[in-house]
Every structure is written in structure tokens, then in C-alpha cells.
């Protein structure tokens, strides 16, 4: 009797079950998997009427078909939602990217709100908080959903979001809002030209290695190949090829290789007609040859006339920007625990990191070391004359075609490479490259626009500058050669005097400081300025100082005078180093570079630690001779080591491992940043700033970056230097 009246519940159930489904799905839709919820928010929310239908027929559809929840449901649960650490500035609430995704007709969408943190702090700050709306939903509709979350969430999900709703009444701007929302744009223009160029290099690359692997085929000398020649080179080893013509790695700028030729030579003879070999097209077609440029990228042979130190300089200067950039880099895109990023800033250890901008004050020497020293060579053979037109064009085609085919990347594919919480907020500005690409061709990019943030490949500034110091280096060069070392003292030490006053009065005039706290604040926290609504110190500083030539020419001018040395004086023996006048003279040199080098790197930490301000004065002197005096330290160490003062440094610096990595350096300065938008940007979580996890990240994106710039220099950079010398050539 028990059982049946058991059955009989169980069917009465069933029934009921039956019924109320039947009822909710006679309109097509499903049984909501949440709590029945009727839309009064309709009426409520300032939603546009697409979105809002979408809404509501997404409470009757069914979410991830692993879970038994609705649409709605998903939605509402990939929202962010308000963590630990709010004090500590954890204010980046992405939500679910990845759930959201893999909803149907959704997407995901970052607001930022500027918040008012007075109620638990005294400071000000932005968050920004990820949702999941509905296709039909626009940008306008984001801030808005937020708040209607209180008539929208089900009445057993609205304890998730009771802290938001809390946080949002209390401490958000209602008129402080933007959103940016994934999209999926369709090729235009831009991107389809860019796909057929890169299409075109590709086709170059095969025809090209073909072409040049079948002019390269020996072939036994027979009577029948009377018009072959014996003892002809086989390539491998192009005399067009090797140390006393080819001169790969522009003398005047250090991320360029400065190390010509490669091979050996061959007898064997060559199974191609030589009129065919020597014809434009052939010769053309072999500039994109694949074993000619791998061959070329991985000789690890100094040549004669060279300084082999330079390599290793260079190398590990490139190191240390990747470096900085790396640690610095989540503090743009965004991090979890921003404010013990900032205490971090009084460890000792981490000065290294903050004065990692002084590696570029390094490749400002060796570019005005190496521009003296070929230029002068060239003036010397030529009898006291520079063809200045050939001089500037030759500069511009040698970096220029790697330059822009990396900008034309940047402002056309990148887009596309990735989708994350931040990615489309992040990349919003690409369209500043389609904007202002010009500036950048004419390497102006540093004075327009005027801010770096607003500029197209904001870290080419340095380029602009090289470029700029390029322009002004024939006359030193050539008052240097036609007065001597008095002549080239003079118009140094004039240029030299008026960067020096120039700084300082921009420092003063500007009232630049030099807080420990706060420094660096805007580039660690950059809404603050948005909130503040005025120039921040490290803006002013950038838009001032830090990429205006007329402050920055002082370690270019170092480097000119070593270059004039290492030209002008022979080389010392290392035997040399034993007699004790040398021997006193090099100690003294090396422990006062030492000195040089290491004030401007650790003279602030004592600010740091202590969060104090610098002085007025010492903020001046600072800024004005810290740069300075690092460029003197460096330049000592490579006229050490070419005078044969180096010793073990030299030696280390001068190994031949280091020269692929150094013919790398150019193309792995323009790519890295690119390499490390797509590391931390492909996050779906912000960063959570360790040292254990930056270095996990840094040594990621090193090898990422000298991977990409690897393919960059062999499809890229070198054919075209190898076109440009044709073009020079003929």
C-alpha cells in the first residue's frame, strides 16, 4: 500500500513537472534554469530596447551546456565583482572573460569608473569592472546595466552581488565612465594591404632562395661548358660579400650590426652563365635568399678593423631594457597589487630596474663612437670630403624599411592577434599609428605629438633621436678632422655646455622633483593624471627632458670623442698594461667609471627608501649630469678594452657568442614591445606583481623577443640592407 502510494506521488509530480514546463515553453522557450524572475527591469533600466529584450529572453535560454544555469545566469556570474585588497588598489574586476566567450551572441565588455576612495582612504582611483552583455547591447548600455544589476539579479544571486552594488552607491562617479567592448571588425583597407605585402616577401623569400641556390650549384668544368670559368667563388662566400667591401650593421647606429662579411672562398665552378649571375634581377632576387642571410646572421667571426666589445655592450644593454620594460610593463596594462608594487620601488636591488633607461644612454655612445670612427675612416680615404647626400640616404634606407613593415603591424594586425579583459581597451589606440605614421617616417615622433603616450610606437622616441644626432654628427665630424682634438674639443665642449644649461633650466623652470614615493607615480598608477585632470611628474618629465635631443645629446657627444680616440690613437698591447705608469693610469680609469656608473643608478636610493623629496637643487643636478656621467663610464670601458686595458671585461664582452645576438639588437628593440603587449595583455587575470613571477615573465619575454627578431632581421632587415647597397651601388 506504502509503494503505491509512493507511485502515485511520484506521478502527481511528474505531472505537475510536465504542466508548469509546458507552460513556461509554449512561447519556444526553455524552463529558466535559475529562479523564475519576472523582467520588472524593463521599465526601470535606461537600456535601448534591443538590449533589453536580449536580456530577457536570456533568462529562458539555456548557458554552458556542462551546468544547469541560463543564459542569464552566465552572464551575471562573468561579471566582476569587488576582491581583498582594496586598500592595496585592487581595483581591476575583470570577471570571467573565458566564461563569457563561450556564450553565444555575447560579449565582453571593460567599464572604467573613477571611484571616490575618501570613505576608506584619502586618495582617489579608477576601477574597471569586465561585463557579459548581450550582442544587442552598445557600449552606452554598459554603465547602465551596472546599474540595474539590482532589478536584473535573481533574488538568490543578488547576496554575489550585494559588495558591488554597496561599493558602486557609495564610492563611483556616475558622469567619470567609458567603456571599451570586444569586437570583431572586419578587414579593412589596412590590414588586407598589409596581409598582401607580407604575402609578397614570402613569395621573395622561395624565389629568392631558389634563385640562389641554383646560382650557387658547382658544376665540373667539360667541353661543353666552355663559357664557365674556373676558380669563380661559389656562393657561401660572395666576395661581395666579405670583410673588405660589405660593411653590414651601419657605422652609425649601435642596435645595427656594425660587423661586416662572412665566408670563406671556394673554387668550384659555378653552373650559371655569368651574364645571368650578374644581372639586376638575379642579383635583386638573392638579396632575399634565406641561406645567404641564416649564414650571414650566425657567423660568430670578428672581422678586422673592428672593436669586438661593442657586441657584448650592446647585447646586454638590450638585455636590460627588456628588462625594465618588462617590470614595468603590468603597471600599464595592469596589475592586482599596484601599491606593493610601489613600496618595491625602496628595495635596493630594484634601482636597477627604475634606471633602466640609462641602456639607452648606452646605445647613444656606441652610436656616436661608431659614426665618428667609420665616418672619419671614410673621410680620411676620400681626402678630406663627405658626400652628404649619400651619407644622410644611406642612414635613412638602412633602418627605415624594418621600422615601418614593424609599425605597419602594429597599426593594422595587432589587433587581431589576440582577445583578453584588457586587450581591447589596451590596443583601442593602434588608430593613433594610422594617425600619425608620418612622424615616425620623418623622425619627428619625439616632438609630435608632444606627450609619448600619444604617440605611434611610443619606445621609437629613441630612433627620432639617433636620427636627429645623425643629421648634426658631419659637422663635428668634419671640424674634428680638418682642427684636430682642439677643434673637436671645442664644438663638443660648446654643444656639450649648452645641453648641460638647457636641462637645467627646462628642471627649474618646469619645478621637476624627485619624490621616492611618487616619481614614477604616473607611470605606475596612469589614471591618476586622468583623475587629477594635470601633468603629472613623470609626464612632464618625458614631454620635457627625456626625448628632446637638446637634453639628451650629451651621451652622443661622449661617444663622438671615443670614436675620435679609438680612430686617432693605435692599438695599445696588452703587454702594455704591465708598465706601471699605464697600470696606475688604467686602475684609476676603471674604479672612476665604476663611480660614474654606479651614482646615477643608486644615488637615489636613499629617496626612495626614505619616500622623501630631492632637494630643488639636487633635482637639478640630478637630472642634468646623471646621464652624463653614466656615458663616461661606458665610454671608458670601450676605450679600455680597445687600448687593451679590459682584461677579463674585455674578453667577456669581446666573445664571438655575442655577435648573432648583437646583429639581432635592432630588430629585437622595434619587436619586444610588441612581445610583451601580447604576454600580458593575453592574460585573462591581472598580474599579480612578484619578483619570482616578473622574472618568469622576463625571461619569457627575452627569448620571445629575440625569437621574433631573429624572423624579422632574416625576412626583413637584411634584404633590404642588401637592396640598399645595390641601389648605392648602381
Known amino acids: 500500500m506504502l509503494l503505491r502510494l509512493m507511485l502515485l506521488c511520484l506521478l502527481a509530480i511528474h505531472s505537475a513537472s510536465c504542466y508548469f514546463h509546458n507552460m513556461y515553453s509554449r512561447d519556444g522557450r526553455n524552463w529558466p534554469y535559475g529562479q523564475p524572475m519576472e523582467p520588472t527591469f524593463v521599465s526601470q533600466s535606461s537600456l535601448n530596447s534591443a ?51 563561450e556564450l553565444d551572441n555575447t560579449k565582453y565588455c571593460l567599464n572604467t569608473m573613477r571611484v571616490n ?41 543578488k547576496p554575489e552581488y550585494t559588495a558591488l552594488q554597496i561599493y558602486m552607491n557609495l564610492f563611483v562617479d556616475k558622469n567619470s565612465t567609458s567603456t571599451v567592448c570586444e569586437a570583431n571588425p572586419p578587414l579593412s583597407d589596412g590590414p ?31 667541353s661543353s661548358a666552355g663559357w664557365m670559368k674556373a676558380n669563380r667563388p661559389v656562393f657561401g662566400t660572395d666576395t661581395r660579400r666579405t670583410a673588405n ?42 638579396c632575399f635568399s634565406l641561406q645567404r642571410n641564416l649564414q650571414f646572421v650566425l657567423e660568430t667571426k670578428h672581422n678586422t678593423g673592428t672593436v669586438p666589445c661593442l657586441h657584448g655592450i650592446r647585447v646586454f644593454s638590450m638585455g636590460w631594457v627588456i628588462l625594465g620594460h618588462t617590470y614595468l610593463w603590468p603597471l600599464f596594462v595592469g596589475c592586482s597589487n599596484p601599491r606593493e608594487m ?36 671614410r673621410v680620411d680615404s676620400e681626402g678630406g670630403t663627405l658626400p652628404l647626400v649619400k651619407f644622410y640616404v644611406h642612414r635613412f634606407l638602412r633602418i627605415t624599411p624594418a621600422y615601418m613593415f614593424v609599425l605597419m603591424l602594429w597599426a593594422n594586425v595587432v589587433q587581431y592577434w589576440g582577445h583578453a579583459p584588457a586587450w581591447e581597451s589596451t590596443m583601442a589606440d593602434h588608430h593613433i599609428c594610422r594617425q600619425y605614421w608620418w612622424t615616425n617616417l620623418l623622425y619627428i615622433n619625439n616632438f609630435f605629438p608632444q606627450h609619448l603616450k600619444g604617440s605611434c610606437l611610443g619606445w621609437t622616441w629613441y630612433l627620432a633621436l639617433d636620427m636627429q644626432f645623425y643629421i648634426i654628427s658631419p659637422l663635428v665630424i668634419l671640424i674634428a678632422y680638418r682642427y684636430g682634438s682642439v677643434g673637436l674639443s671645442i664644438i663638443v665642449g660648446i654643444l656639450l655646455s649648452a645641453s648641460l644649461t638647457a636641462t637645467a633650466l627646462i628642471v627649474h623652470f618646469s619645478n621637476l622633483s624627485i619624490n621616492g614615493a611618487s616619481f614614477l607615480v604616473n607611470d605606475i598608477f596612469p589614471e591618476e593624471s586622468l583623475i587629477h585632470g594635470d601633468e603629472h611628474e613623470s609626464t612632464a618629465y618625458q614631454s620635457s627632458v627625456f626625448d628632446k635631443p637638446y637634453c639628451r645629446i650629451s651621451s652622443y657627444l661622449v661617444g663622438l670623442v671615443v670614436g675620435y680616440l679609438v680612430r686617432r690613437l693605435p692599438s695599445v698591447s696588452t703587454t702594455s698594461f704591465a708598465k706601471a705608469p699605464a697600470r696606475w693610469f688604467a686602475l684609476l680609469g676603471w674604479a672612476v667609471a665604476i ?65 648573432p645576438l648583437s646583429r639581432l639588437t635592432f630588430s629585437t628593440y622595434l619587436i619586444h614591445p610588441i612581445i610583451l603587449y601580447l604576454l600580458f595583455l593575453g592574460l585573462e587575470m591581472p598580474v599579480y606583481y612578484t619578483n619570482v613571477s616578473m622574472i618568469a615573465y622576463y625571461l619569457a619575454s627575452l627569448v620571445a623577443s629575440y625569437a621574433a627578431a631573429f624572423i624579422l632581421l632574416v625576412t626583413v632587415e637584411v634584404p633590404f640592407v642588401e637592396l640598399e647597397k645595390l641601389l648605392v651601388r648602381h
Request: glycine share 6%.
Open 192 to 222: 588586407i594591404t598589409t596581409i598582401v605585402i607580407c604575402s609578397c616577401i614570402v613569395v621573395l623569400l622561395l624565389v629568392g632562395s631558389i634563385t640562389d641556390w641554383y646560382v650557387s650549384q658547382p658544376q665540373p668544368i667539360t
Open 245 to 286: 667591401t660589405v660593411n653590414y650593421g651601419d657605422e652609425s647606429d649601435p642596435l645595427l650590426n656594425p660587423t661586416p662579411g662572412i665566408g670563406h672562398l671556394s673554387t668550384q665552378v659555378l653552373a650559371f652563365p655569368e651574364k645571368y649571375r650578374d644581372a639586376w634581377y638575379v642579383r635583386t632576387l638573392r
Open 51 to 101: 538590449c533589453v529584450s536580449a536580456l530577457h529572453d536570456a533568462m529562458y535560454l539555456p548557458g554552458l551546456s556542462h551546468h544547469n544555469y541560463s543564459k542569464l545566469d552566465v552572464m551575471l556570474d562573468s561579471v566582476g565583482k569587488p576582491g581583498s585588497g582594496l586598500l592595496s588598489k585592487n581595483l581591476l574586476w575583470y570577471g570571467s572573460y573565458q566564461q563569457c566567450a
Open 117 to 157: 576612495l575618501t570613505a576608506l582612504s584619502s586618495e582617489y582611483s579608477v576601477v574597471r569592472i569586465g561585463l557579459c552583455l548581450p550582442s544587442e547591447c552598445d557600449e552606452s548600455d554598459a554603465i547602465n546595466f551596472l546599474w540595474s544589476l539590482e532589478s536584473i539579479v535573481p533574488e538568490t544571486w
Open 595 to 659: 663611480f660614474l656608473c654606479l651614482c646615477p643608478i643608486y644615488g637615489l636610493y636613499a629617496t626612495y627608501h626614505a619616500e622623501d623629496e630631492l632637494s630643488h637643487l639636487a633635482t637639478i643636478v640630478y637630472y642634468t649630469f646623471s646621464r652624463l656621467a653614466w656615458s663616461l663610464g661606458v665610454g671608458w670601458v670601450v676605450l679600455a678594452c680597445f687600448a687593451g686595458y679590459g682584461g677579463y671585461i674585455n674578453s667577456f664582452f669581446s666573445h664571438g657568442l655575442w655577435l
Open 342 to 377: 610601489s613600496h618595491m620601488t625602496s628595495q635596493f636591488s630594484f634601482q636597477l630596474i627604475l634606471n633602466s633607461t640609462f641602456a639607452v644612454d648606452s646605445f647613444f655612445v656606441l652610436s656616436g663612437m661608431l659614426v665618428m670612427f667609420w665616418t672619419l675612416r
